[in-house]
Nanobody, 121 residues
Framework: QVQLVESGGGLVQAGGSLRLSCAAS????????MGWFRQGPGKQRELVAT???????NYADSVKGRFTVSRDKAGNTVYLQMNSLKPEDTAVYYC???????????????WGQGTQVTVSS
């Protein structure tokens, strides 16, 4: 039973940077796929980035070139580095994990509690 704990959200000005963290209860992320999702005010939850246990990362077009997802060496913490933040990035950000990339966001995945990111203009 994996548990995800998110942190790092806050209020920043447009153009600033923020790094989100997602820590697992154990050292298991090295063998699981990870994803970051977000849900802005009045919007549906959307996929931001994926990080498979192996293979290439994938980013939504809206964040490509600005956001970077990574794992620490132990494999128990995943990060989302967010640069050049825009007001439209304002949302609650959620980490998500599953055994396989195609399961991310679905019934076989596990969610963190979410962390608020607010970008002011």
């Amino acid at each position: 039973q994996v548990q995800l704990v998110e942190s790092g959200g806050g209020l920043v000005q447009a153009g600033g940077s923020l790094r989100l963290s997602c820590a697992a209860s154990g050292s298991i992320f090295s063998t699981r796929a990870m994803g970051w999702f977000r849900q802005g005010p009045g919007k549906q939850r959307e996929l931001v980035a994926t990080l498979p246990s192996s293979g290439n990362t994938n980013y939504a077009d809206s964040v490509k070139g600005r956001f970077t997802v990574s794992r620490d060496k132990a494999g128990n913490t995943v990060y989302l580095q967010m640069n050049s933040l825009k007001p439209e990035d304002t949302a609650v950000y959620y980490c998500n994990t599953a055994l396989f990339p195609f399961q991310l966001g679905g019934a076989s995945s596990t969610w963190g509690q979410g962390t608020q990111v607010t970008v002011s203009s």
